[in-house]
């Protein structure tokens, strides 16, 4: 029998992290820095309480499955078939700004599809959002989904109108489809693609197959083993799925994406096979401040707290998706895990009444990203070039707002820390005076 429970260690000589170090075959649910929680065999529990980790079980999986996956509970979440069926709708009421693109095709042959949206076809400034590169992410079709369709039908909104005008929103929900069918029909808690393995075994995880320090890493949360959740696969790209997204990327010339997986609460960026920050100091502070006013966007909606980090802050993995982004093409590329934060919220299985908020505060983030990236394609990057200059390494993070979006978004005051001391600018100030409010909080200061 499985059982999900969380594990805990008192002895500093047996830390979490070198669990996740060991050849386990453990399903890796949730980590902080006091506890792990993961599914896995009762006899693989036992194993890591006779190794001294303190087990304490939460739930068997079969109840958690009686508690969160009941048949109503699929109920406002799209199936491939009717996600094909929608997307096809929304291209066909708005022939001048949408196109219906098959970007390749799954193991299984089911087309994986992506919106292009925008009036433009050619050198426009273009940004990606995928979703559901693990099967029993389901909220990760949605979120992706609702923003194209909301871009569609309010694009009326004058800056919707000029983000559609002078740039192009790609959007692909499902990139794992046959993982998704299988998930809904026989096996709720399937994450990888339907890949049958030399060993028998079923799956390559396609966000560990992606090809920049692929297969660096041979860990729980990056497998060299074909069974286990998070196989890397037997080469780069070995996958049509990854393949698909990898010639999107290569043809399109994107300038910023994000891939939207469940669950945590968290905004993830580079890198993830090593737990150095990236070389580039003024894209670390890049992507970090973008990271940071995503998040500040999401709990202005809701309440809802997202956490900005690196990737291998959570858990080290090679060849995710947004390593092979920003490694071979330099471009901001962030994960964002979704709503809820705890199994006991349903973990993987997000009740479907929460689609709809889980929407609204992740939209204020991708308003925020299309803004950036679109209509102040370069002030965040010569704002951080300065402050970089300014403050080197003692700038610790930084967020740099270049006006709002009145009536689609709240938006807290921005805040730059310097050396541990918060430094709130006014709403909407632009780069320039950012730099200017940094020099002169560190003239102040020495
Ligand atoms: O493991 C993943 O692929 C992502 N988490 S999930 O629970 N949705 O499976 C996280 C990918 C981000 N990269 C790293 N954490 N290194
Ligand atoms: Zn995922």
Not at 217 to 235: F, I, W
Not at 286 to 313: D, E, F, R
Request: proline share 6%; hydrophobic share 40%; aromatic share 8%.
């Amino acid at each position: 029998m499985e059982i999900i429970a969380e594990i805990r260690s008192e002895d500093p000589a047996r830390p979490l992290a070198k669990l996740l170090a060991m050849p386990l075959g453990i399903d890796v649910w949730e980590v902080k820095s006091d506890r792990l929680v993961v599914r896995a065999a009762e006899h693989t529990m036992d194993r890591l309480r006779k190794m001294g980790y303190r087990i304490n079980p939460i739930v068997d999986v079969s109840r958690h499955l009686e508690i969160f996956a009941a048949a109503d509970s699929m109920a406002g979440y799209h199936s491939v078939a009717t996600l094909e069926a929608d997307m096809r709708d929304l291209a066909a009421r708005h022939p001048n700004l949408a196109e219906l693109k098959e970007i390749g095709r799954s193991i299984e042959g089911r087309p994986i599809l992506a919106l292009r949206l925008g009036e433009r076809r050619g050198n426009a400034t273009k940004v990606l959002f995928m979703g559901c590169h693990h099967a029993r992410e389901w909220i990760a079709v949605e979120v992706p989904f609702l923003l194209a369709r909301e871009l569609l039908e309010k694009s009326n909104d004058q800056k919707i109108a000029s983000w559609l005008s002078s740039g192009e929103i790609w959007i692909a929900p499902m990139v794992n489809p046959d993982g998704h069918e299988f998930c809904r029909t026989q096996n709720r808690l399937w994450r990888k693609n339907r890949r049958r393995n030399p060993d028998g075994s079923f799956g390559v995880d396609p966000n560990r197959n992606y090809g920049y320090m692929w297969g660096v890493l041979d860990v729980p949360t990056s497998s060299h083993v074909p069974s286990d959740e998070t196989y890397v696969g037997p080469r780069a790209f070995s996958e049509p799925e990854t393949r698909a997204v990898r010639d999107l990327v290569a043809r399109e010339n994107f300038a910023g994406l994000i891939t939207y997986h469940s669950f945590s609460q968290l905004v993830l960026y580079p890198w993830g096979y090593t737990s150095d920050n990236i070389a580039d100091p003024v894209d670390f502070h890049v992507m970090n401040a973008m990271a940071q006013q995503m998040c500040n966007s999401i709990l202005g909606v809701h309440g809802k707290v997202y956490t900005p980090q690196k990737s291998s802050q959570l858990y080290p993995t090679a060849g995710d998706t947004t390593d092979w982004t920003y490694g071979t093409y330099g471009i901001p590329s962030f994960t964002v895990e979704l709503r809820p934060t705890t199994v006991q919220e349903g973990g993987f299985i997000l009740p479907a009444n929460q689609i709809g908020p889980t929407f609204e505060e992740n939209r204020a983030a991708a308003f925020n990203l299309i803004e950036g990236l679109i209509s102040a394609p370069s002030a965040a990057r010569s704002a951080a070039e300065r402050a970089v200059m300014a403050g080197r390494d003692r700038l610790s993070a930084a967020s740099f707002a270049t006006g709002g979006s009145p009536g689609l978004e709240t938006r807290p005051a921005t805040e730059i820390i310097i050396d541990g001391a918060v430094i709130r600018v006014p709403q909407g100030a632009d780069a320039h005076t950012i730099a200017e409010t940094v020099r002169a909080v560190r003239a102040a200061k020495h």
